[in-house]
């Protein structure tokens, strides 16, 4: 089993549109969790991060964390054309230094 | 905003030779990685140096690799004998609890 996973994609959706991305990790010890933006041939970029189950908002950006499911997500609201990008959510364990990178999601917002 | 910085953004080189990628990580980060993608492929951890010393290596950071911070400031990756197989992304990255990625160099072996 990967330690962490995403939907690939590609996934499409409309100017204005609420995007739902999603990312499970196999392992409990993974404590800390972040989302990057990744434009293509460029560095990720950080978005998110978070350490604690709950809700975390950032103007547009809101991540989700429960760590029972080992679930974690990126809610995206009023979406535009400069969201398409490949989105990676990784993830560190508590003692650990090596960031753990999903495959990442491509996501085309249309105008 | 502080940022890391990676140069060059493109090396090609022939196979067989040995090439250094450099980086300035952020001035007050204790931990630096280097991070490997491959075209359409996920990016992968290959390093970590904290301490002036190697702290977690991946798989693919074998005897071919290897790190030195030989000033205060730049972190470099060397990479020895490359092979077709080495071209990709080679990524920089700094943190003191989540990490900041640089631009990428992107280092084509031909």
């Known amino acids: 089993q990967k330690e962490v996973e995403q939907d690939p994609g590609p996934l499409s959706v409309p100017e204005g549109a609420i995007v739902s991305l999603n990312c499970t990790y196999s392992?409990?010890?993974?404590?800390?969790f972040m989302w990057y933006r990744q434009y293509s041939r460029k560095g990720p970029e950080l978005l998110m991060y978070?350490?604690?189950?709950g809700n975390k908002e950032d103007g547009r950006f809101t991540a989700q964390v429960d760590k029972s499911s080992k679930y974690i997500s990126l809610f995206i609201r009023d979406s535009q054309p400069s969201d398409s990008a490949t989105y990676l959510c990784?993830?560190?364990?508590?003692?650990?230094?090596?960031?753990?990178f999903g495959p990442g999601t491509r996501l085309s917002v249309l105008p | 905003e502080p940022e890391v910085t990676q140069t060059p953004s493109h090396q090609v080189t022939q196979m067989g030779q040995e090439v250094i990628l450099r980086c300035v990580p952020i001035?007050?980060?204790?931990?630096f990685y280097w991070y490997r993608q491959i075209l359409g492929q996920k990016v992968e951890f290959l390093v970590s140096?904290?301490?002036?010393?190697?702290?977690?290596k991946s798989e693919i950071f074998d005897d071919q690799f290897s790190v030195e911070r030989p000033d205060g400031s730049n972190f470099t990756l060397k990479i020895r004998s490359t092979k077709l197989e080495d071209s990709a992304m080679y990524f920089c990255?700094?943190?003191?609890?989540?990490?900041?990625f640089g631009q990428g160099t992107r280092l084509t072996v031909v």
């Open positions: 990784a993830t560190r364990k508590i003692n650990g230094q090596n960031f753990v």
């Open positions: 392992n409990s010890a993974f404590q800390y």
């Open positions: 978070t350490y604690s189950s």
């Open positions: 001035s007050n980060h204790l931990y």
């Open positions: 140096f904290y301490n002036n010393e190697i702290s977690e």
């Open positions: 990255a700094s943190s003191a609890t989540e990490a900041f």
